[in-house]
């Protein structure tokens, strides 16, 4: 059983200068290094390297030199699949430090962290090392005399670029399929939270993947990430992140070497509730969980509130209460429920946009500003805006922190239509005891996961993908091999 007295000491522990992790070994950057700064209390933690675009050329290179030579890709599925699970166990052993160590870095509450970070990485890595040898080729219904196979191919070089509020999380959705299905991987993680994925690479060298299969290049994704995006000598780029950054990477594939790029940019997502929710308490409680842990910087978080206009005084009410009685603060604090947001940068933005929502009519009922400043964090009120009409800019923007926009609706279509009023597609929710009305919303919401008398929790065996402008291709569940992967055809004359 964890306790303060542990984490405590993990927390007071000095973190070296960081380096990047090319061809399985630490190497320090040439340019000046980047200062990483905890959110929890804005003290200087370390310092990461800033890569040169030649740093991440030589990753790229260090990594199609490790697929080529077949040290990873021509392995026995066999063989792979015992390097995944070593590796897992190694992630398990190492979860608090690393739980820890990323949340100095991003400021996730350490309840959230545990689970959502290195317990899920954990279990990623262990799901899709049980794929490997699992995923057979077909034999098609060709005609006598003829053979037709259809065989499933790694893609070669992967680069992957991940966000800050999970990268443990979201950097092993794309790590574990990648090399799962025979790749070799560059990965570039956020300015502000690289911490966890440094160390993740040296666990995974440790637990016996070769040199060069998994590289980790960190510092300014205008440099960094832009050289993988430009590269010549990388096949599949999957990126978790902005829709602007991920438009500017569709530009820099076409530009070079048109690679498949898979993309997951967020949503607006919306949270239905019907006058006949079977415990409204519970949906207000459940409700109020999924756009305020983390600091609501969470993708799937439902950030538009959805109201059956006959409730939705006594919910919001309900939700109020709730929303006040969540305790924000330290993240490594094992009584905090929620913990800081990610920068000074984010919160900036996150309380534009709130003053934004407010100056387009609609009514701050709690929160809005910032809190415990006396620390050097930074932290953030949840915050309840309600009146909010579909011209509202937190209607249609994301803003990745903890604020909640209320909107009431008269009828199922109704609601509907203000469900798909967005261009993003990501996730909702439907809270209803009407079982067919819930199959109607499943069927008639645009996003790409609807969750009925939930909010969150989805796992390894089913898809995340986006709709609309919420991204492309999808994480979690087998259909994410499908993008590490080709299909070869042979035809052959018997």
Not at 299 to 321: M, N, P, Q, W, Y
């Amino acid at each position: 059983m964890t306790t303060q007295a542990d984490i405590d000491a993990l927390r007071r522990e000095t973190i070296a200068p960081q380096a990047l992790f090319i061809d399985g070994a630490q190497l320090t950057g040439t340019a000046e290094p980047m200062a990483v700064t905890s959110p929890i209390d804005g003290s200087a933690l370390t310092t990461i390297a800033n890569a040169t675009s030649a740093e991440a050329d030589l990753a790229v290179a260090s990594a199609r030199a490790a697929f080529t030579d077949g040290r990873w890709s021509r392995l026995a599925p066999a063989a792979r699949k015992k390097t995944l699970f070593a590796i897992a166990d190694a992630i398990e052993a190492d979860a608090l430090a690393l739980s820890v160590l990323g949340i100095r870095d991003n400021g996730t509450e350490f309840g959230m962290a545990y689970k959502a970070e290195a317990g899920s990485a954990a279990a990623t890595f262990r799901y899709y090392a049980e794929s490997v040898d699992k995923i057979p080729g077909e034999i098609a219904p060709t005609a006598p005399g003829t053979l037709g196979l259809v065989h499933h191919e790694p893609v070669g070089v992967v680069g992957a670029i991940i966000p800050w509020n999970f990268p443990l999380m979201i950097g092993a959705w794309k790590i574990a399929p990648a090399l799962a299905a025979g790749n070799s991987i560059v990965v570039k993680p956020a300015e502000t939270a690289s911490l966890s994925l440094l160390r993740l690479a040296e666990i995974a060298a440790g637990a016996g993947l070769p040199a060069g299969v998994l590289n980790v290049i960190t510092g300014d994704g205008r440099v960094a990430g832009d050289a993988l995006a430009r590269s010549m000598d990388v096949d599949v780029l999957a990126f978790t992140g902005s829709g602007m950054t991920g438009r500017k990477l569709l530009e820099a594939s076409a530009q070079s070497n048109l690679k498949r790029v898979y993309l997951e940019l967020g949503g607006k997502s919306p949270n239905v509730v019907f006058a006949d929710a079977p415990d409204l308490d519970k949906a207000a409680a459940v409700s109020a969980a999924g756009i305020f842990r983390n600091a609501g910087q969470v993708c799937v978080a439902g950030s538009r509130l959805l109201v059956e206009r006959s409730i939705h005084d006594d919910f919001v009410a309900a939700l109020k209460t709730h929303a006040e009685a969540f305790k924000v603060g330290d993240p490594l604090d094992l009584t905090t429920q929620i913990g800081a947001v990610n920068s000074e940068t984010q919160l900036a933005g996150n309380l534009r946009l709130t003053e934004a929502a407010i100056s387009d009519g609609a009514d701050c009922i709690t929160g809005g500003k910032r809190i415990l400043e006396q620390t050097g964090g930074s932290y953030m009120a949840p915050t309840i805006l309600t009146g909010v009409t579909p011209t509202n800019t937190v209607f249609r923007n994301e803003v990745f922190g903890p604020v909640l926009a209320v909107t009431p609706f008269d009828s199922e279509d109704h609601a509907v239509a203000l469900a798909n009023d967005s261009d993003l597609g990501l996730a909702a929710g439907v809270w209803t005891a009407n079982l067919s009305r819930a199959h109607r919303m499943i069927g008639a919401i645009n996003a790409g996961v609807v969750h009925v008398n939930t909010y969150g929790g989805p796992d390894n065996t089913v898809p995340l993908t986006g709709h609309k402008q919420s991204g492309n291709g999808s994480d979690k569940s087998l259909h994410a091999l499908d993008k590490y992967t080709n299909l070869k055809t042979a035809w052959i004359q018997l």
